[in-house]
């Protein structure tokens, strides 16, 4: 029997999630990393910033912890992606005690296992090695910069003042400019090369497809580039019945920059952004960790660092709310900050607070503030966390990086009653599209109490109804007021509406519109930040161990675990969102999958699984080339292999290929039932 | 050795369980689910038993698995929505409740005990054996009809004692303030002592109408001294074979406190008759006596159905007799005795032949006193938690007390739609896509399982159209009975109640009421579905939910719709010797036989001329003694189609002991239905089921309309 059952127990269990090592943070990246001379502590790596440069952009590199050279011999590996092999510029700066001998110590560093410089070290604090790194060096993927150290001292014997550490500052790589690959666009529709759009309602799946896509291949760009490249939306050529079109479409072909352009582009960023944060949701006078929003450990050796979470408050949060935030900030190890460092705390874009950081940190030190909660509101609220320090980065933390830890605290404070209604008024064809952001439902009547306002300035006063009424739960309900347009005919029906009025009054409410939300502080913009809820991310990441990397799977979880469809995960580094669509109520949703080695696979999992999107709309996971998810996804770099994770990788294989698992359900069943048989007594009397 | 193979089974199942946990695309759920129902399908084809049968109870039990699963970790409605979430509590509780029912049914059905072989009685030491037919209101001939059975059944002579327990005639109702109940029950008492002495048998009342028929029963018990107890309900007349069937077993285990046998019921419940269902389906008491006993016993589990079974004395009086706390005593009984260490044992052959409520308001009453005393049961004795019950026992127990419970969820199943279809509360929140896949894999499976566990005693949707026709009624006296447990009062099953005209039952009502509010709901979600494009898919869900409770409801219509029915006769194929009038002798093959005369056949040429001509006929008794005794008695001749006379007796004790052999000495002759026949498959039980629902609704909508011309 055991023999039976022990190769599927191996089936079970064995997944294909890369490396069947644990992974935490702060252990020693491996055996072959040991081998290195690695120093005492382990290198793990923590964060790359991508900053827009000119001609391209940078990354810096960096570990968790000072990057400290602090025997003889020692070195760090710090790998870095391209996806396109190209010629880059590496940077690496070093900072050395004044016990060294440089005279006799020197700096080697390697490049993919290619040395290409030895040159002794500088006692000046600026020092940094310059290497342009040829092309054929450097591998589409993972490439590795190895900086050795071979430290001599003055005295016989090595003392605390011979150290030497890479200035993270100086040490990074600029990348060539990324040309926008063209087989990243495809068609989004008939008669739209280059363009996607979304529409809302039956037909919602294929456009919700080609938008998941285009956005996924917008962000990519936008991620390298910041809009540069021309990525833009234009209303002039969107299908009457289309809700938000996008396109890559280069800007020469003619079509200008608008407002609605760009709007149209900060909806995906923030869609982006919001997606790849861990959404909390906080019911009550209570005190929630940072880690809770996915923050483990986070360096900042920027002179400005930026942390973005995302709570989600009770729809009974009361605006008006006199309460308070408490931000409970951490040290680590010996630090000098500039006294001019600040922390500013954003709230949902407006900047609620802000302070003077304590120059002085102790280890783990503890500083507390408070901030006014007027600016939250119910719903999603994106917080950002903001510290920033004048001059060079030196200037932040000389004695090593600061770091925000997961153990950090916000206080919410207790909600009172209230209600709030936001109207966003996507225009697109001759579609009003009014949507409630409640989460209460039935809520006719503040629909109704809305619109006996709206119509003050209409002669006809609209019979309202919810077009997606009660079973919608915690969705936002769309209100068509007046349509006659194709697609939307059963709407109109439903309101009853003659055509003639409902154009007359259409457009008064939309400037009516327009005044209530400029002037009217319980209607405002629609916070779009909330497409995409209750969701999970999921990065596999395999580097080998050689390279210093990790290996894993890496979660980012919310609430409870609600599913997967269809993932491939056997591309080295895949991404995928699993998330909860309300509306639907349980029902599994993939998001979005990304295999870096094979993008063109992208189009053929989501076109075949079937997938949706919140409330027709689109959201995703950017495909980052990196390896270093975080900064990007809100994952952590990395987590313990999990139970949990192993079910849901397994679930991911079965999903795909039915019989597999209909097998070992057949195969389990009849064990179960032929040991049931041999454990049953013959006559239980 | 069993302690490595139950952990070896410890760690199948959680693999097992593990596996049906994992969350899955719809169209994975979907392939596991036909695959797995498919393949007990298959399975099913080739009535499979022991280990095959387990596999299917296994794989039917995942499909079912991952549907509690995904019920339970996916649909809940919202806590922060009350509104929507406490019905959706509600049915969540309902399902879950009948998950529970599958669960006891497959652990009371893993095996059932096979027949074991009757042992030999010896006629030096065979135990004497008191035979109590307790009465309330019952009329006199049924109890003549019934006490002639047992004087015919066979065993040593000298060592069987009837008793007639009358708690119709005791001195409180002789001595009743109102004269003409008074006189009622001196005369019933005067009549049945004289019957019984007629007959040879005891009479025996009391002062007092304490605990109902336990009362009755305790009561004989300590006027009489035999060493096993035979109760016969006043209507359950036994075959000759019954005591040589059963007391054996008594011989053979010390322990062994009651041997019980299936009820049979000679004419069909109103149900049945009303959906013209006899004998083109099993009668809903083969499920239970014909399966589910069997599965009991294998257990350990049987228990005292009320008649039809041999109880131990020593036994019953460890435990201070018949139990009368709940109003259903033998199932009551049984728990002291399991819990005392007795066993009981089930004899699967059927030997008595009773009588089913006539009407749908009686067959309600007695459905109800049936419900009220288990639930009594539950709450009173407490057999999950009583000590000295074996867990096989206990669940035994929980098995058949729980069923009765099934007022609650249909009525849940009921309204359920209702939440949604019109008053918009997403009380199961779930995708259309998902409700279907995960849905109806597990009413499928639901169904399969049923089907494989009960398939030839049971067609598929049979229990639903029962449990349907009585919830509305059982869902008050279950709510009363919850609400004060021991209040419950012991309602006779009328036995002499005759169903003779076209009506609909004055408690039938509330059914088309049922059926045209869901009629207006289906009504309404087709509207819905033309103006909410968007909530389709949801909407075609939920609609067929709606429209299953509609063809239940359809066929509850013809279910309360009142058929006249007719005698019950059985089928008799013995030869007789008949002489009319005339002094003219001929062979004659009796055909039938009811409780008022006989049909036959006169190959050798009728001699009767008129209708009113009496005659003698005369019947060897093959079951007695000898087997050359002559059973003769006088007939009248009533009339004569294409051959066939019919003819009825003429009232006397030779007709009653003749009328007795000719319906009771071979019970084999007593089913109409042939179990034997092919079960029907969950497909085309379902295609029946909706033809039967068609023609229910016709005839139903029908009755109605003549009623109102009336």
């Not at chain 1, 609430?559 to 029902?587: I, Y």
């Not at chain 1, 313990?640 to 990788?649: A, T």
């Not at chain 2, 009991?296 to 009368?324: K, N, P």
């Not at chain 2, 003819?647 to 007795?660: D, I, P, Q």
Request: glycine share 6%.
């Amino acid at each position: 029997m055991f023999k039976s059952i022990l190769p599927l127990c191996v089936l079970l269990l064995g997944t294909p999630v890369g490396a069947q090592v644990p992974f935490f943070p702060g252990a020693p990246a491996g055996t072959e990393a040991a081998e290195t001379t690695v120093p005492d502590e382990a290198v793990v790596l923590q964060a790359e910033t991508a900053q827009p440069i000119s001609g391209g952009y940078r990354l810096n590199l960096m570990a968790a912890g000072p990057m400290k050279f602090s025997t003889r011999n020692s070195s760090f590996t710090l790998p870095f992606q391209v996806a396109v092999p190209a010629p880059v510029k590496l940077s690496v700066g070093l900072v050395t005690g004044p016990g060294l001998d440089t005279t006799n110590s020197e700096i080697v560093i390697y490049v993919n296992d290619a040395e290409l410089s030895r040159e002794p070290l500088s006692a000046d604090l600026n020092a940094r090695v310059e290497i342009v790194v040829p092309e054929n060096l450097i591998r589409p993927e993972v490439n590795r910069v190895r900086v050795q150290v071979k430290q001599a001292s003055m005295e016989c014997e090595i003392t605390p003042e011979v150290w030497a550490e890479l200035n993270p500052a100086f040490t990074y790589v600029d990348i060539s400019p990324e040309q926008v690959d063209p087989s990243w666009i495809n068609p989004g529709d008939d008669g739209y090369i280059d363009a996607a759009y979304v529409r809302n309602g039956a037909e919602g799946e294929r456009s919700a497809t080609a938008i998941v896509s285009a956005s996924m291949r917008l962000s990519r760009h936008l991620s390298r580039t910041r809009i540069r490249n021309a990525v833009y939306a234009t209303l002039q050529d969107v299908p009457e019945d289309a809700d938000l079109i996008v396109t890559t479409a280069p800007i020469e072909e003619g079509f200008s920059l608008s407002d609605a352009v760009i709007m149209t582009v900060q909806q995906i960023e923030s869609l982006t952004q919001s997606n790849f944060n861990t959404i909390v949701d906080v019911n009550g006078n209570e005190t929630k960790a940072l880690r809770d929003f996915g923050v483990i450990a986070d360096g900042w050796t920027e002179s400005t660092y930026v942390r973005t979470i995302t709570a989600r408050l009770p729809d009974t949060f009361l605006s008006m709310s006199s309460g308070s935030m408490t931000f409970v900030m951490n040290g680590s190890a010996q630090h000098r900050l500039s006294p001019e460092s600040t922390m500013v705390v954003r709230i949902n874009d407006q900047i609620s607070a802000s302070a003077a950081l304590p120059p002085n940190w102790a280890d783990r030190d503890n500083w507390t503030f408070n901030v006014p909660m007027h600016h939250m509101r119910p719903g999603l609220n994106r917080i950002e966390l903001i510290m920033e320090t004048p001059g060079e980065v030196c200037g932040l933390s000389s004695g090593g990086n600061m770091a925000l830890f997961g153990d950090s605290t916000i206080t919410f404070p207790s909600f009172g009653e209230g209600k709030r209604l936001s109207i966003f008024d996507m225009l697109s064809g001759d579609t009003v599209y009014i949507v409630m952001d409640t989460f209460s439902d039935p809520d006719i009547t503040l629909v109704a109490n809305m619109m006996s306002r709206l119509a003050r300035s209409v002669d006809v006063v609209p019979d309202v109804e919810l077009a997606a009424p009660s079973a919608w739960l915690e969705e936002r309900n769309a209100l068509v007021l007046s349509t006659g347009e194709e697609g939307t005919r059963s709407y109109e029906s439903l309101f009853g509406v003659p055509q003639a009025d409902a154009m007359r009054w259409r457009s008064a409410i939309q400037q009516r519109i327009a005044d209530l939300e400029s002037a009217d502080t319980e209607i405002e913009n629609l916070d779009t930040s909330d497409w995409a809820r209750e969701a999970y991310a999921y990065r596999s990441v395999d580097i080998p161990q050689s390279q210093g990397g990790v290996s894993g799977l890496l979660r980012r979880s919310v609430s409870s675990l609600v599913g997967v469809t269809g993932v491939d995960l056997r591309g080295d580094d895949a991404a995928f969102l699993v998330a909860r669509r309300a509306s639907q109520g349980g029902t599994h949703v993939l998001l979005s999958i990304a295999d870096v080695s094979q993008s063109e696979h992208i189009g053929e999992v989501l076109g075949t699984s079937g997938f949706f999107l919140f409330d027709g709309r689109a959201a995703h996971v950017e495909l980052n080339d990196e390896v270093r998810p975080y900064r990007d996804y809100g994952l952590p770099l990395v987590t313990n292999m999990s139970v949990s994770n192993l079910r849901l990788v397994f679930a991911d294989v079965v999903s795909r290929q039915f019989y597999i698992y209909l097998l070992l359900v057949v195969f389990f069943g009849t064990a179960l039932a032929i040991i049931t048989s041999m454990i049953l007594p013959k006559n239980e009397k | 050795m069993y302690i490595v193979k139950f952990i070896i089974w410890l760690i199948t199942a959680a693999i097992f369980i593990a596996l049906l946990t994992i969350p899955l695309s719809s169209q994975a759920q979907i392939t596991m689910s036909i695959g797995c129902i498919a393949l007990v399908g298959a399975m099913k084809a080739a009535r499979p038993s022991g280990v095959m049968r387990t596999v299917a109870m296994a794989l039917t039990s995942a499909v079912i698995i991952r549907y509690v699963f995904w019920r339970t970790t996916q649909t809940l409605p919202p806590m922060s929505d009350p509104v929507s979430a406490v019905p959706g509590y509600f049915l969540y509780g309902a399902e879950m409740y009948s998950v529970l029912m599958l669960v006891l049914s497959m652990f009371v059905m893993a095996r059932i005990k096979t027949e074991s072989p009757t042992p030999h009685i010896d006629p030096a030491t065979a135990p004497t054996v008191d035979v109590f037919i307790p009465s309330y209101n019952e009329p006199a001939e049924m109890l003549a009809k019934t006490i002639m059975a047992a004087k015919r059944m066979e065993y040593p002579e000298g060592k069987v004692t009837i008793w007639l327990l009358d708690d119709g005639g005791t001195d409180q109702k002789c001595n009743a303030e109102n004269d003409e109940s008074a006189a009622e029950a001196r005369a019933r008492r005067e009549l049945l002592t004289f019957m019984a002495e007629d007959l040879g048998v005891r009479y025996l009342t009391r002062e007092r109408n304490v605990s109902a028929k336990a009362g009755n029963l305790n009561n004989g018990l300590h006027q009489s001294t035999g060493d096993l107890i035979v109760v016969f309900d006043a209507d359950h007349a036994p075959s000759p074979k019954f005591l040589l069937k059963t007391v054996g077993f008594f011989a053979q285990d010390d322990r062994l406190a009651i041997v019980q046998t299936p009820h049979f019921f000679i004419n069909p419940d109103p149900i049945e008759r009303n959906l013209d269902l006899v004998g083109k389906v099993p009668s809903e008491s083969e499920m239970f006596y014909g399966k589910i006993q069997r599965g009991l016993d294998y257990r350990g589990g049987t228990f005292f159905c009320g008649s039809a079974a041999v109880i131990r004395r020593t036994a019953l009086m460890e435990v201070d007799g018949f139990s009368g706390r709940s109003i259903t005593e033998d199932c009551e009984s049984t728990v002291g005795l399991h819990a005392k260490g007795w066993k009981t044992h089930y004899v699967g052959e059927v030997m008595i032949a009773g009588l089913q409520p006539e009407t749908y308001a009686s067959f309600i009453t007695q459905r109800s006193r049936w419900a009220q005393g288990m639930i009594q049961i539950l709450l009173l004795n407490r057999p999950f938690m009583k000590r000295g019950l074996r867990f096989s026992q206990r669940m035994s127990y929980l098995s058949s007390i729980m069923f009765w419970f099934f007022p609650f969820s249909r009525l849940m199943f009921l309204i359920a739609p209702v939440f949604y279809l019109v008053f918009d509360l997403k009380i199961f929140t779930a995708s259309g896509e998902d409700f279907l896949a995960y849905t109806l894999s597990y009413v499928g499976a639901n169904l399969v399982l049923q089907n494989l566990l009960y398939g030839d005693v049971r067609r598929p949707w049979m229990s639903e159209i029962y449990e349907f026709a009585q919830s509305v009624h059982l869902g008050r006296a279950v709510l009363s009975i919850l609400m004060r447990p021991t209040k419950a009062t012991f309602k006779v099953t009328s036995k002499d109640e005759i169903a003779n005209e076209h009506k609909i039952s004055d408690i039938g009502g509330v059914y088309y009421w049922v059926f045209f509010a869901l009629l207006a709901m289906q009504v309404w979600a087709f509207y819905r579905m033309y103006t909410e494009p968007h909530n389709v898919n949801l909407l075609i869900a939920v609609s067929m939910w709606n429209v299953l409770n509609l063809l239940l409801a359809g066929i509850a219509l013809g279910a309360v719709n009142e058929k006249p029915s007719t005698p019950p006769a059985i089928e008799v194929r013995r030869p007789g010797v008949l002489t009319a009038s005339s002094g003219e002798v001929r062979e004659v093959r009796i055909l039938s036989a009811d409780d008022h005369g006989v049909t036959f056949s006169t190959p050798q040429g009728d001699p009767l001329n008129a209708e009113g001509e009496t005659m003698r006929l005369e019947v060897r008794d093959v079951h007695r003694g000898t087997g050359e005794e002559i059973l003769a008695c006088d007939l009248l001749f009533c009339n004569r189609t294409d051959g066939v006379v019919t003819a009825r007796y003429v009232s006397s004790k030779e007709a009653l002991a003749l009328g007795c052999s000719l319906l009771y000495d071979s019970p084999n002759k007593w089913r109409p239905y042939d179990l034997n026949t092919k079960s029907r498959g969950v497909i085309m039980g379902t295609v029946d089921f909706v033809i039967l629902s068609a023609k229910q609704t016709v005839r139903g909508l029908n009755g109605l309309a003549v009623a109102r011309k009336m």
